[in-house]
């Protein structure tokens, strides 16, 4: 889904959230991307993805709280 569909139709997955977010700081200038990972969880595939940047030096990433596709900032390492 496209950033500008994500926007208007305000649905979507962890995926779209996170292209948004991306396209969103890519726009303010942020160095930005989306990293998409995928794990095993009680037997089962589980992905999930999330946008990654850098304020300054530091690298950081927002990643997408169920179930309101909330956007939380956090610093340091991803959560795998």
């Keep these: 889904m ?3 569909e994500f926007f208007n139709s305000k649905t ?3 995926q779209d959230a996170a292209v948004f977010a991306a396209y969103v700081l890519d ?6 991307g989306v990293i998409r990972y ?3 969880r ?3 595939s589980v992905s999930h993805a999330v946008a990654v940047f850098r304020n300054g030096d530091t690298p950081q ?3 997408v ?3 309101e596709l909330k956007l939380s900032r956090m610093a ?4 795998i």
């Design 2 to 4: 496209k950033p500008e």
């Design 12 to 14: 979507g997955g962890f």
């Design 27 to 32: 726009y303010h200038h942020f160095e930005a």
């Design 38 to 40: 995928v794990g095993i």
């Design 42 to 44: 009680d037997g089962k």
């Design 61 to 63: 990433y927002l990643a």
């Design 65 to 67: 709280e169920p179930p």
């Design 76 to 79: 340091g390492r991803l959560p």
